[in-house]
Structure formats: C-alpha cells, structure tokens
C-alpha cells in the first residue's frame, strides 16, 4: 500500500489551482474603466423639470434604452458626454412658444452628468441636442 504525504497532496493541489489561474483568459481592455455609459433621461412640457422617474433608461455599452439609442450614444461619445457639447443641427424650427424642459442625469465614462435646459419648442429642442431626446416618435 503506497502512502502519499499530506505536504505532497497539498503541493499537487496548489500547482494544479496555478495552472488554472494562469490558463483563464485575462479580460478585453475596452478603453475606459466603466462598465456602461447611462443616463436617465426626461422630457416635460412647460419650464418644470420634469420627474426622470417616469423617463427612459439611454445605455451606451451596447447601445439600448431607446429607439435612437445608437444615435443618441454617438453624438454623447463625440461630445465626450457633453449634451450641451453636441453641435446644433442647422434647422429651421417655428417660432411657436411651447417650452419643454430637457432633464438628464447618469454616468459618462466614470463622471456625473446633470442636464436640465428648457427650450422653446421640441423643434429647438431637437436641434440642439440631436438624438439624445428624441424618446417619442419614430
């Protein structure tokens, strides 16, 4: 009858626990150290911030939340998450007075965001942040 030691089944185990360690994939380097990019978004009428409670949920990695998402996700990654960083489309809106109020708040890339902005009209208000509210309509 062989008898192993308690010291050489220790030593067996923990070079096996090693090579396991060693042989797991390491993790994609993605480019920046969170794990999505969110923000939750509201649009209200009249120059009250909205409650974003009942708003959508925009998440940028992959992009999803909304009907524009991926839209919406480019423009915030060429701001750097800026909503107020989007460059303005060149439209022409009418000069109608019905305010709505734009209100965000989330997380860009391991930073806060907060955005409230009232505008005149959903015209204006689609010019100058692009995709980011388009939450209702095709």
């Given amino acids: 009858m062989t008898h192993t030691s ?3 089944v220790r030593g067996a185990l923990l070079a096996a626990v090693a090579l396991l360690a060693c042989a797991a994939p ?10 999505d990019d969110w ?4 649009v209200g009428r009249g120059e009250t911030p909205p409650v974003t409670a009942g708003g959508s949920l ?3 990695d992959p992009p999803r939340g909304h009907r524009h998402a991926a839209d919406a996700c480019a423009e915030l990654a060429a701001a750097d998450g800026h909503i ?5 489309k060149d439209v022409h809106c009418p000069m109608v007075y019905a305010p709505v109020t734009a209100r965000a708040h ?3 890339r391991g930073r806060p965001v907060t955005y409230t ?8 208000m689609a010019a100058r942040t692009g995709s980011v509210f ?4 095709p």
């Fill in 84 to 88: 107020a960083g989007i460059p303005p």
């Fill in 26 to 35: 390491a993790p994609a380097d993605t480019g920046h150290t969170t794990t």
């Fill in 117 to 124: 902005e009232t505008f005149p009209n959903r015209c204006v």
């Fill in 106 to 108: 989330g997380e860009w």
């Fill in 58 to 60: 925009l998440r940028c």
């Fill in 6 to 8: 308690l010291k050489a």
């Fill in 134 to 137: 388009a939450l209702d309509g």
């Fill in 39 to 42: 923000l939750l978004l509201a």
